[in-house]
């Protein structure tokens, strides 16, 4: 089956630092990929959408110029949190899609922010 | 985007029939049914998807109702592991770029 590969599974920074999450899928080609945030018993909040190539597309409220994304491979995409603090501390999930495969998640990245 | 209704939470015991019914009132008729879970602290993992005609597969049955306002999520021998918060999800069907909306699921109690 489809797999996605995420990375870090988790991750403790100092605030005002970036860290940079990565995203793979193993065995397909990604033509999009997800990223959604996840807060302490919430459901999951999709930030943003990216096709490979081309600039991701962020849901309102979600800073861009904060949360990076490039997707610059069928393969690969990452979420870079720039100059992080701790309201950042979240639980950041990517899916990916491709053709013919349906939405596959990673495991997730935890981030704590001190 | 077109909704979902679920309870909140559920409680089952092992090794007994689980359902968990999902509201869809507002259903097109090319919107696909996805059932996902998330287990604490991982990422949520497919369970089964269907459109029309009622799907089984390893993990699960999915029941659709004619109309298609409703379906079930049957999981036929609970076991602690299926313990999760238990996502019914509308997407369109063709397209890579739709992207899932996640509502609050219904979290499942497996007693032991």
Known sequence: GAVVSQHPSWVICKSGTSVKIECRSLDFQATTMFWYRQFPKQSLMLMATSNEGSKATYEQGVEKDKFLINHASLTLSTLTVTSAHPEDSSFYICSARGSGIGYTFGSGTRLTVV | ?112
């Open chain 2, 1 to 112: 985007d077109a909704k979902t209704t679920q309870p909140n939470s559920m409680e089952s015991n092992e090794e007994e029939p689980v359902h968990l019914p999902c509201n869809h009132s507002t259903i097109s008729g090319t919107d696909y049914i996805h059932w996902y879970r998330q287990l604490p602290s991982q990422g949520p993992e497919y369970v089964i998807h269907g459109l029309t005609s009622n799907v089984n597969n390893r993990m699960a049955s999915l029941a659709i109702a004619e109309d298609r306002k409703s379906s079930t999520l049957i999981l036929h021998r609970a076991t602690l592991r299926d313990a999760a918060v238990y996502y019914c999800i509308l997407s369109p069907g063709g397209g890579s770029n739709y992207k899932l909306t996640f509502g609050k699921g219904t979290l499942l109690t497996v007693n032991p």
